[in-house]
């Protein structure tokens, strides 16, 4: 199996389940990438290091906006 980077996983994922929230968590972040993964559609894009409360932050916008959806709404 090739290789694949953190944005062409996310590519994958959206393509197979567009309502997906792909949260991006990176080592390598740049204004570039960060600006390529929410365009290509991802929920939110965190640069290492973070702190725990980063990650849970991210972790209940996502399900917020799932919960949204599903509910008809927007979010």
């Known amino acids: 199996m090739e290789e694949l980077d953190g944005l ?3 590519e994958n994922v959206r393509a ?3 309502e997906t929230k792909v949260i ?3 080592g390598y972040a740049t204004l570039e990438t960060a600006r390529e993964a929410v365009t290509k559609g991802a ?3 965190i640069a290492k ?3 725990i409360g980063t990650i849970r932050d991210a972790i209940m916008k996502a399900a917020q906006a799932l919960e949204n959806e599903r509910a008809g709404g927007k979010f």
């Open 16 to 18: 197979k389940s567009p």
């Open 24 to 26: 991006m968590i990176t």
């Open 49 to 51: 290091p973070f702190r």
């Open 8 to 10: 062409q996983v996310l």
């Open 43 to 45: 929920f939110n894009f």
